[in-house]
């Protein structure tokens, strides 16, 4: 218990009252509360791999803050079986689709994503450290002989700043920032679908901004429910 009321003072100090109790009181609870379960699971994922794709990653714990966004949220991975079953749900079968994880972390829906038949696997993360260690697992990985690394693309960026591909999309999305780049990156999909119509699925487990995809013109709801969403393109 002392260690929750340490987090949530954290929190509180890194990004303001209101935007605490509005935006990551939600995300405690997901987060917080269900660590230690994903972490047990996590490990045997990392333990045939020998890769490090588990635990809880808060932002103020990133050294690097310099080009942080504002509303960055921890990085958490979710079960290889949960991304395994989001990525059937969303009929992610295609070999002309590319993957974009944004808010790519670690890399571990990058590696679940590799035994599907994407033309391109892509990690858009802003952290330098993250996006190092995620780079370390790829090569580990391709090393094995577990995944062929020509076809990940990893990127450290700010996700609201980045130019979606022009093929057909599966966009992944573990509840990895708030309000102000979900904007953004809401507008980007729109622009690119309005010069692009193509078919676009979008993955949002835990879903704290799914209203912005809801209320999109661009975008109809497939399922939704407190735990994930699924959206798709009405261009195609």
């Known amino acids: 218990m002392l260690a929750f009321a340490r987090h949530c003072a954290s929190f509180v100090r890194y990004y303001g009252i209101v935007a605490s109790l509005r935006e990551v009181g939600p995300l405690i609870r997901e987060v917080l509360f269900r660590t230690e379960e994903r972490a047990e699971r996590a490990d045997a994922f990392d ?10 990653v808060m932002p103020w714990e990133l050294k690097d803050q310099s080009n942080a966004p504002i509303d960055g949220n921890p990085y958490a991975s979710l079960t290889s079986g949960r991304i395994r079953e989001l990525l059937v749900a969303a009929e992610s079968g295609a070999s002309e689709t590319v993957l974009v994880d944004l808010g790519s972390g670690k890399g571990r829906v990058l590696l679940v994503a590799q035994e599907f038949p994407f ?4 990690g858009v993360e802003w952290s330098g450290e993250l996006h190092a260690i ?4 790829v090569a580990i990985a391709a090393v094995s002989g577990q995944v062929p690394d020509a076809r990940f693309e990893l990127l450290q960026m700010d996700a609201a700043a980045y130019a979606f591909p022009t093929e ?8 990895p920032f708030g309000a102000a780049t ?7 999909l729109e622009l690119t679908l309005a010069a692009y119509p193509r078919r676009v699925i979008v993955i949002y487990a835990n879903p704290l901004h799914g209203d912005f995809f809801a209320q999109s013109a661009a975008f109809r709801t497939i399922a939704a429910t407190r735990a994930d969403a699924l959206f798709e393109s009405v261009a195609r």
Not at 168 to 175: I, K, Q, S, T
Not at 182 to 188: G, I, L, S, Y
Request: glycine content about 10%; proline content about 3%; aromatic content about 6%.
């Open 182 to 188: 979900m904007a953004h990156v809401v507008a980007n």
């Open 168 to 175: 057909p999309l599966v966009v992944f999305l573990f509840n």
């Open 119 to 122: 033309k391109r696997i892509v």
């Open 47 to 56: 333990g045939r791999r020998g890769t490090d794709t588990s635990g809880m």
């Open 134 to 137: 995620a780079q370390t697992n």
